[in-house]
């Protein structure tokens, strides 16, 4: 009962900033632009909003400033792929590593430290049951909101006039242009949007889910974020089963761990990214599901013509 209990609530944790930041990968890359910068991304938010805590002890202005933090590395993502038209493989991976860099740097004085995990909100009567009770239901606000997240973004894709447009500007950059529509505006609010949400995931997992800071902390997750938006064929409702699948196969280790079988924690430690490889390589036998969800113009450098 307690091991499961335990699945349950480190699946939610581990599958919480994952959700999140895919959410805003999945709007960046409807826009067209494929970015490659998550990790460093969240690394950044994840060091701005554990110094915002220890600082000021206000956990939903850290994640806010952690956000804000992500936009603010999207901005020089934005401006290298939109203004001087430059490769948004290559752009996405050098923006990532100075993420990546200056969160190291920044959160060098807090090496190590840790503060009070986020408060948890028990739902009324439902936290009470047996084993799913406090497996599901008493976690911090931002774990029920995520799913709320997933939602409201569907519905702005697919049911509102700004939904249309940015599909528009991710299948045919050049006909959206052509009916009036500014599509390095679209695409600039699209990355600043993903990057303020790949900066509130970092920051809930220095401040909610680990609640320390450590060099290296995000650990690949940003990579996984990448892969689960391909995994989940741009669908919204994919990703959020897809994050949740990932996110058990995260805690994988400590759940192997728990039972005492001894298997090398390198091997442990790998799971994940094994089971990113194996969705990725199921994925890519069903090719039509790809060409028919993929944005037409994913990754295209797209230039304004007057």
Known sequence: ??????????????????????????????????????????????????IVVTKTDGYWLAIAVGG?????????????????LGNQVATGIAVGILGLGLSALIGQPFESSTVAPM??????????????GRGLFNHPAIVYLAPVLAFAIWFMLMKTKVGLII??????????????????????AAILFGGFLAGVAGAFISIASTTLWANGLIAGRGWIVVALVVFATWRSGRIVIGAYLF????????????????????????????????????????????????????????????
């Open 1 to 50: 009962m307690l091991t499961l209990t335990f699945l349950l609530s480190g699946t939610l944790l581990a599958a919480t900033p994952l959700l999140i930041a895919a959410l805003g990968e999945l709007v960046v890359e409807k826009s067209g632009i494929l970015n490659l910068s998550i990790e460093g991304m969240m690394a950044f938010g994840a060091v701005i909003g554990f």
């Open 68 to 84: 804000l933090a992500g936009s603010a590395l999207s901005v020089v993502f934005g401006a290298v792929v939109l203004v001087t």
């Open 119 to 132: 408060a948890k909100v028990a739902i009324p009567v439902l936290s009470q049951l047996p084993i799913v």
């Open 167 to 188: 599909r528009a500007v991710g299948e045919s950059p050049e006909s959206a242009h052509a009916i009036g529509y500014n599509v390095n505006a679209v695409r600039f």
């Open 247 to 306: 996110g058990a196969a995260t805690i994988g280790e400590l759940l192997v761990q728990s039972f005492g079988i001894a298997i090398p924690s390198q091997l442990l430690t790998s799971i994940p990214f094994i089971a990113t490889i194996v969705a990725i390589v199921l994925l890519s036998m069903d090719g039509r599901s790809i060409r028919l969800n993929a944005p037409v113009s994913l990754g295209r450098v797209y230039q304004v013509t007057q």
